[in-house]
C-alpha cells in the first residue's frame, strides 16, 4: 500500500514535495549545524536528496552516501564530492564508487534514511533488506538518525519486528517531528 502510494506521485509532485520535504529538514537547527550528513541518493519515486546535498556542501561539510554489500551489515559510508560521482549498483541504487574514501560511522552527525513508510513516534518501514536497521543499531553510529517521507507515506502504524529500528526525527512535506 505504501510503496504503491510512492510510485503512483507524479514526478512533478516527487519534485515539488520533495523539494518541501528537503526546505522542511534545512530549517532544522541540528541539520544546519551538521558538518558531516548521510544521505541516501533517491530513486525516481523517493524523497530526492539533492539540495540537501548542496546545502551541505555550500557550507564546507562533508556529504556521504551508503554501499551496499548485500550480505553485509551495517552499510559502508562513503564521502563524494558530487552526485554525479555515484554509479548504478546493486538493486539500481546509486552509490560511490569503491575508490571513494570511507567515512566512518562515528563520523556521522545526521544519516538522512530512506523509507517506504513511517510513523510520527519514528518507526519505519524498509524494503526488507535491514542495511539501514542494520547501520542504526550499530554502536559506532552516534549521530542523528532522520526518516524522511513523503507526508502520504507517514501513518499511524506500521508492522515492527525486533530487528527494526526507529529514526529521531521524521520530515515530511508537510511537517517535521522529533520522535
Not at 560511490?96 to 519505519?124: H, K, N, Y
Amino acid at each position: 500500500m505504501l510503496e504503491a502510494r510512492r510510485r503512483a506521485l507524479s514526478s512533478e509532485e516527487v519534485v515539488a514535495k520533495g523539494r518541501e520535504a528537503q526546505k522542511r529538514l534545512l530549517s532544522l537547527s541540528f541539520f544546519q549545524t551538521a558538518q558531516v550528513v548521510g544521505l541516501y541518493a533517491a530513486q525516481a519515486f523517493e524523497v530526492p536528496t539533492s539540495a540537501l546535498a548542496a546545502a551541505i556542501r555550500q557550507r564546507g561539510g562533508t556529504v556521504c552516501y551508503p554501499r551496499v554489500v548485500p550480505a553485509l551489515r551495517p552499510l559502508t559510508f562513503h564521502a563524494v564530492s558530487s552526485e554525479e560521482a555515484l554509479l548504478a549498483a546493486v538493486y539500481g541504487i546509486r552509490e560511490p564508487a569503491p575508490s571513494a574514501p570511507e567515512t566512518p560511522l562515528q563520523a556521522i552527525d545526521v544519516l538522512v534514511v530512506p523509507g517506504v513508510g513511517f510513523t510520527r513516534d519514528g518507526q519505519r518501514l524498509g524494503r526488507g533488506g535491514g542495511h539501514y536497521d542494520g547501520t542504526l543499531a550499530d554502536p559506532r553510529f552516534r549521530g542523528l538518525s532522520v526518516g524522511l517521507a513523503f507526508a502520504d507515506c507517514v501513518i499511524d502504524k506500521l508492522p515492527t519486528e525486533g530487528h527494526d529500528r526507529n529514526v529521531n526525527w521524521v520530515v515530511s512535506d508537510i511537517e517535521a517531528v522529533s520522535t
